[in-house]
């Protein structure tokens, strides 16, 4: 079995990451089996599923790579719309991609990829969840700031993912610990 540093050289290394931007990788252990929390994951028509900020998302077309997405969100944050594209989908691999292009909000240039991999916790399939950032630092921001800002964010959208995944993997009665596939 690949350790955690493995995916992470594998999938989330080739980050292009400029002067004027930050970049970070943040993990997540989640007590649900992979194909569960992929199922979340991949559904870049309804990420309100599992993020708490998004109120609303809207296609402008058919879901495939390449896809426009028109989020809403919440009021209370320093934002109200995204415009999102799909830039990444693998259902073999598990490599989810998506690109900020626009929007009324701060950060530009904004791309992440998440990856889950199968993993044991406390013996029951589990899942560990990779993702991994990149974006402009805006102007009168500092990196930390910018960091601390996106990471919060990100963290929030991992616990939600983890619950909503965890209810899931109780209510599907066998967890998936049947299935030789998920191991
Ligand atoms: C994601 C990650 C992020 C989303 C950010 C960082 C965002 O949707 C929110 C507030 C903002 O200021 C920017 O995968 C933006 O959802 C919640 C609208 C893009």
């Not at 569960?36 to 309804?46: A, C, G, K, P, T």
């Not at 693998?90 to 490599?95: F, K, S, T, V």
């Not at 990829?113 to 399939?125: Q, R, S």
């Not at 960091?147 to 899931?168: D, G, R, T």
Request: proline share 4%.
């Amino acid at each position: 079995m690949e350790t955690e540093s493995e995916f992470i050289n594998k999938y989330h290394m080739q980050l292009d990451v400029g002067a004027n931007q930050c970049s970070s990788i943040l993990t997540k252990h989640i007590k649900a089996p992979v194909h569960i929390v992929w199922s979340l994951v991949r559904r870049f028509d309804q990420p309100q599923k599992y993020k708490p900020f998004v109120s609303e998302c809207i296609l402008t077309g058919d879901f495939k790579v390449g896809t426009v997405r028109e989020v809403n969100v919440r009021s209370g944050l320093p934002a109200t719309t995204s415009t999102e594209i799909l830039e990444l989908l693998d259902d073999e691999q598990h490599i989810f991609g998506v690109r900020i292009m626009g929007g009324d909000h701060r950060l530009r240039n904004y791309t992440s990829k998440i990856t889950v991999h199968p993993e044991k916790i406390d013996g029951k399939p589990g899942t560990l969840l990779i993702e991994s950032f990149v974006v402009d630092i805006p102007d009168g921001n500092t990196r930390e700031e910018t960091y601390c800002f996106v990471q919060s964010l990100i963290n929030c959208n991992h616990n939600c993912l983890a619950e909503v995944s965890e209810k899931m993997a109780l209510h599907s009665g066998n967890s998936g610990q049947n299935n030789p596939a998920e191991d």
